[in-house]
């Protein structure tokens, strides 16, 4: 296919490896922000095929991964409420709460169903007007705008038995908190492709002027991520912290603006607490003040929940590049894909997930 064949051919990969050994000259730790990068290179190989002097850790950019457990308690204790239809996209089905999943929800009884789209769920919601029907809205700057289309469907139609569960987050205050941190590694960054799609790179240049690192705009291919990874050593190696985009043929620095101006008119910026990580400032996004009436967590009155991490459990250090996988001393044993301990490793999109995949 036009498009992508040519960024999975194996020669163009090496070619591009080979420019990266003539360029490198000392070791570097770079972070792909975006889960979905971390499960490509791993898939491909590309982690042990990078020269020796490339680090890559994984950053927190897997929606599965960083939705709080308090919020998916929240999701069981709505889903197992009689006379609810609890809407969510697959992967959540699997994400253990502090005791049970949705799936235990479903198997006792409760009226759990995967959509592909949130409209979906505006659509159940006309079919079922003696029903509550609630989507469970995660993601970061990708899944918003449908999120937002949702609601203002909702609210067009006069829908009163629709609401969202909200746990958006951003990436931008993400990175800001990782650089920041006393035990940052992270020398340049890869920016996620699809989210930059949607939100452009016009956020970017200051971080990178902030803290004097690049930050490359990256794609999903084997030769995305290898352009990606050269164009972010070629600055550090000049000494240079600028912004670039090496996925030009789906981002530009402006990105979707009319997705963009709906995000803002239906979500306002909140502090956000991370998966393992904690509370990042303004990280996230809630349901505007005009909204507020398609708030799942005010109509059902679930404040109030205090979740149980497992002890063993180390994601929130992975997710900020500190750890891998392999340094989990419950990773293949006590955790597994078939029985995680954490989020990590139910996601695809985790890094725990992708190692146990693909061996390493
Ligand atoms: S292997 Fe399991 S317990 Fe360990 S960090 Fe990953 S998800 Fe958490």
Same mark, same amino acid.
């Given at each position: 296919?036009?498009?992508?064949?040519?960024?999975?051919? %194996?020669?163009?990969?090496? &070619?591009?490896?080979?420019?990266?050994?003539?360029?490198?000259?000392?070791p570097?730790?770079? !972070?792909? @922000?975006?889960?979905?990068?971390?499960?490509?290179?791993?898939?491909?190989?590309?982690?042990?095929?990078?020269?020796?002097?490339?680090?890559?850790?994984?950053?927190p950019?897997?929606?599965?991964?960083?939705?709080?457990?308090?919020?998916? =308690?929240?999701?069981?204790?709505?889903?197992?409420?009689?006379?609810?239809?609890?809407?969510?996209?697959? =992967? !959540?089905?699997?994400?253990?709460?502090?005791?049970?999943?949705?799936?235990?929800?479903?198997? #006792?009884?409760?009226?759990?169903?995967?959509?592909?789209?949130?409209?979906?769920?505006?659509?159940?919601?006309?079919?079922?007007?003696?029903?509550?029907?609630?989507?469970?809205?995660?993601?970061?700057?990708?899944?918003?705008?449908?999120?937002?289309?949702?609601?203002?469907?909702?609210?067009?139609?006069?829908?009163?038995?629709?609401?969202?569960?909200?746990?958006?987050?951003?990436?931008?205050?993400? !990175?800001?908190?990782?650089?920041?941190?006393?035990?940052?590694?992270?020398?340049?960054?890869?920016?996620?492709?699809?989210?930059?799609?949607v939100?452009?790179?016009?956020?970017?240049p200051?971080?990178?002027?902030?803290?004097?690192? %690049?930050?490359?705009?990256?794609?999903?291919? %084997?030769?995305? @991520?290898?352009?990606?990874?050269?164009?972010?050593? &070629?600055?550090?190696?000049?000494?240079?912290?600028?912004?670039?985009?090496?996925?030009?043929?789906?981002?530009?620095?402006?990105?979707?603006?009319p997705?963009?101006?709906?995000?803002?008119?239906?979500?306002?910026?909140? =502090?956000?607490?991370?998966?393992?990580?904690?509370?990042? %400032?303004?990280?996230?996004?809630?349901?505007?003040?005009e909204?507020?009436?398609?708030?799942?967590?005010?109509?059902?009155q679930?404040?109030?929940?205090?979740?149980?991490?497992?002890?063993?459990?180390?994601?929130?250090?992975?997710?900020?590049?500190?750890?891998?996988?392999?340094?989990?001393?419950?990773?293949?044993?006590?955790?597994?894909p078939?029985?995680?301990?954490?989020?990590?490793?139910?996601?695809?999109?985790?890094?725990?997930? #992708?190692?146990?995949?693909?061996?390493?």
């Open positions: 296919m036009k498009y992508v064949s040519e960024f999975r051919d %194996p020669a163009l990969v090496e &070619r591009g490896l080979e420019a990266l050994r003539q360029t490198l000259t000392r570097w730790v770079l !972070m792909e @922000i975006c889960g979905g990068q971390t499960h490509a290179i791993v898939r491909s190989g590309l982690d042990q095929m990078l020269p020796p002097e490339i680090e890559l850790v994984h950053g950019g897997c929606p599965v991964c960083v939705t709080p457990l308090e919020q998916i =308690d929240k999701a069981l204790a709505i889903a197992s409420r009689p006379g609810v239809i609890f809407t969510s996209y697959g =992967d !959540m089905l699997r994400v253990p709460g502090s005791g049970q999943d949705l799936f235990n929800v479903r198997a #006792a009884g409760g009226d759990v169903r995967v959509v592909y789209s949130p409209l979906d769920a505006v659509r159940l919601a006309e079919q079922n007007p003696d029903r509550e029907v609630v989507f469970f809205a995660i993601g970061f700057e990708t899944t918003a705008p449908a999120n937002a289309m949702s609601v203002l469907q909702a609210h067009a139609k006069g829908l009163k038995n629709f609401s969202v569960l909200v746990s958006h987050v951003r990436v931008p205050p993400a !990175m800001r908190a990782i650089l920041g941190s006393p035990t940052n590694r992270v020398q340049g960054f890869l920016a996620a492709g699809h989210v930059c799609a939100m452009g790179y016009w956020e970017y200051t971080i990178a002027e902030t803290y004097r690192v %690049p930050i490359v705009v990256t794609g999903f291919e %084997p030769l995305d @991520i290898v352009q990606g990874i050269l164009a972010t050593v &070629r600055q550090l190696e000049r000494g240079e912290h600028k912004v670039g985009n090496a996925y030009a043929r789906a981002v530009t620095e402006g990105g979707n603006r997705a963009q101006a709906m995000i803002r008119r239906v979500f306002r910026e909140v =502090d956000r607490k991370w998966r393992g990580i904690g509370t990042i %400032p303004m990280s996230g996004w809630a349901l505007a003040d909204f507020q009436a398609f708030d799942a967590e005010e109509r059902f679930v404040e109030d929940i205090a979740p149980q991490e497992s002890p063993l459990c180390i994601a929130g250090q992975i997710l900020q590049g500190m750890k891998k996988p392999f340094d989990c001393s419950a990773f293949g044993g006590e955790c597994t078939e029985h995680p301990l954490g989020a990590t490793m139910v996601s695809a999109e985790g890094a725990c997930a #992708a190692y146990y995949r693909y061996g390493r």
